[in-house]
């Protein structure tokens, strides 16, 4: 991330999976939009208390509207910055993304991304959960349904490249 970047969207409790052969489970954390990356955070410093109040929050946001260009308070660039230093945080460029959509499904709305990252492609669905079970592991039980186009269509914009 660079110095003069600032965050546009900013989502918590999101589960991602990858849509590999073979793959199992998830990862619960933030996807945040930047002016020039896209990066998924699931080891933050912020503290518990912020996390469970941002997550009802957002639950709440997202059933009067269905938008996710959205930020949060108690979370910045400062924030962000910090958590990228941890290198299991991902932070991929809009020009790394060789694609990116959403589809609707019966159980939620998903956001689906490929890049390429480290000489590795990588294809990931993304999607908000809103309820979740916590034994044996924690997993989501129920997601919302959300508009991801104007997220998606941020994204192609600044895309010097589109496929």
Known sequence: MQSDETIQAHLVSVWRESKKFFSIGGREGMLILTDKHLVFVHKTESKMNWWKAIIQRQVINFIK?????????????????????????????FDDISSINYEEKVWGSALQLEYKKDGKEEKFQYAIAQDWVKYPMKEPTKYMKVDWKPFVQYIKDRQRFTK
């Open 65 to 93: 509207s269905k938008n996710t260009m959205i930020r949060h308070d108690g979370y910045n660039e400062k924030d962000l910055i910090n958590d990228l230093e941890n290198k299991k945080n991902v932070e991929v460029l």
